[in-house]
């Protein structure tokens, strides 16, 4: 997966494009936000059936991120 933001400053971006950039970057500080939930003892303190669904979140949004990322790099310049 693509953990690196892509290059977000093109001068000329189309809106749906523009749009995409932004989810992108919106996404990346909801899993940012995650990443650094899930070790913390309320995380832990969790019922385990929810660890799990909250660890499959995260790794969906990882998944998510890397397409939006993968869909920005292939943006004309």
Known sequence: MINAAPNQERT????HQQRVVD???ELRIKLDKLTVFMPTPVFLGLP????ERLRD???YM???LDVLARRIAAFPA
């Open 62 to 64: 990882a998944c998510y």
């Open 57 to 59: 979140q995260h790794h």
């Open 23 to 25: 989810e992108h970057a």
């Open 48 to 51: 385990s059936d929810e660890q």
């Open 12 to 15: 000329h971006m189309a809106p």
